[in-house]
């Protein structure tokens, strides 16, 4: 058996275009994106998209700006995939953000591996008010990383920090049949972000998402393919619950 990814749909977001491109016109949705890695070694999530609090039983009618309906949690994104959600090791949260590690309940015998930068700043009571941590804090073991971490010691699945959106953000570099493909999140939120090196509205630090950008530029260049953090238009050509290449 070989390492097998998939893309999972675990919620959708409506907000302003500029929260994802700057001085961007109008308003977007988008969704929030998971990924599911199946290897020889164990079996990992790639984020685990919107939690409990967003969650409204199928065919409610939707409130606000946040969609998470009963079928789309990732607990039943891996269920209909007939995934043991117990059967997961490892949580890999690019960041602590609520659509990003939001489904951490869902999955409870998994280790968290996040940056040691990205926990510390978000029991930091910073004041940033995306962190939400009764999402993220539940009590799971937590291997806490500093820098570029290999998580099945083979080279197939490499996180590397990418700061910038936040703190201790990090993206993972997978290897796929047909080539390498970095998981972005949030540092890279949509094709345009890196086409017009164009920040959000909104970053922890400019200069840090910059050289994150490059960084990213630069891998693309090398014929590595970014999957974007929040661009529908991109999203609607992965295929959803089938092994990518």
């Known amino acids: ?34 990924y599911f890695i199946d ?109 570029e971490h290999d998580l099945f010691g083979d080279g197939s699945v490499v996180l590397f920090p990418s700061a910038g959106h936040t703190p201790g953000h990090q993206c993972a570099r997978v290897r796929l049949p047909a080539g390498d493909v970095v998981l972005a999140a949030d540092c890279c939120n949509m094709k345009a972000s890196l086409d017009e090196m164009r920040l959000p509205d909104h970053v922890h630090d400019v200069d840090q998402s910059m050289a994150t950008l490059r960084r990213l530029r630069d891998l693309r260049d090398q014929g590595v393919r970014i999957f974007y953090g929040h661009d529908a238009a991109f999203w609607a050509g992965v295929p959803q619950a089938q092994a990518l290449t």
């Open 39 to 147: 290897h020889p070694k164990g079996r990992a999530l790639f984020d685990t998209g919107l939690g409990l609090r967003f969650r409204r039983a199928v065919g409610a009618p939707l409130e606000g700006r946040v969609d998470l309906d009963e079928s789309a949690d990732v607990a039943a994104r891996l269920r209909a995939m007939d995934v043991d959600p117990g059967s997961i090791n490892w949580i890999i949260n690019s960041h602590l953000h609520t659509d990003h590690c939001g489904g951490n309940l869902w999955i409870p015998n998994a280790t968290v591996v996040v940056q040691q930068t990205e926990w510390d700043f978000a029991h930091a009571d910073a004041g940033d008010r995306y962190y939400t941590k009764s999402e993220f804090d539940l009590g799971h073991p937590v291997l806490k990383v500093q820098g």
């Open 1 to 34: 058996m070989t390492l097998k990814l998939y893309a999972l749909t675990c919620g959708w977001l409506s907000l302003k275009t500029s929260f994802f491109l700057d001085g961007a016109p109008g308003f977007v949705t988008v969704p929030a994106p998971v």
